[in-house]
């Protein structure tokens, strides 16, 4: 069982920055791959960024890639996820997921479906 707890959303303006951690409870974090989704009012989740169990492996939504950077660190059982140059159109609702991956440790998600547990969310809000 993975408890996850998002924290540092918040109110920004356009061509800010923002920085999410996602804080992981559990003594086996470091064999989870992650992933950050996010949700709009009356869209469905999508993907935004995904990294190994390892770490050594990302992936980005194209629009995100360049200014968004996803990182892990197994010995705080913590994710991050960095926002640059916000754009009103990241505003969400963004979610912490865990996948449970025993194989390839540089193999990440993409996919709601491989995810075993989410977070609350955290509400981010971007004006211009």
């Known amino acids: 069982q993975v408890q996850l707890v998002e924290s540092g959303g918040g109110l920004v303006q356009a061509g800010g920055s923002l920085r999410l951690s996602c804080a992981a409870s559990?003594?086996?974090?470091?064999?989870?791959?992650m992933g950050w989704f996010r949700q709009a009012p009356g869209k469905e989740r999508e993907f935004v960024a995904a990294?190994?169990?390892?770490?050594?492996?990302?992936s980005y939504a194209d629009s995100v890639k360049g200014r968004f950077t996803i990182s892990r660190d197994n010995a705080k059982n913590t994710v991050a996820l960095q926002m640059n140059s916000l754009k009103p159109e990241d505003t969400a609702v963004y979610y912490c997921?865990?996948?449970?991956?025993?194989?390839?440790?540089?193999?990440?998600?993409?996919?709601?479906?491989?995810?075993?547990?989410w977070g609350q969310g955290t509400q981010v809000t971007v004006f211009s």
């Open positions: 990294l190994s169990r390892s770490g050594g492996s990302t």
């Open positions: 997921a865990a996948a449970w991956s025993m194989g390839d440790p540089y193999k990440y998600y993409e996919k709601v479906g491989p995810y075993d547990y």
């Open positions: 559990g003594r086996t974090f470091s064999m989870y791959a």
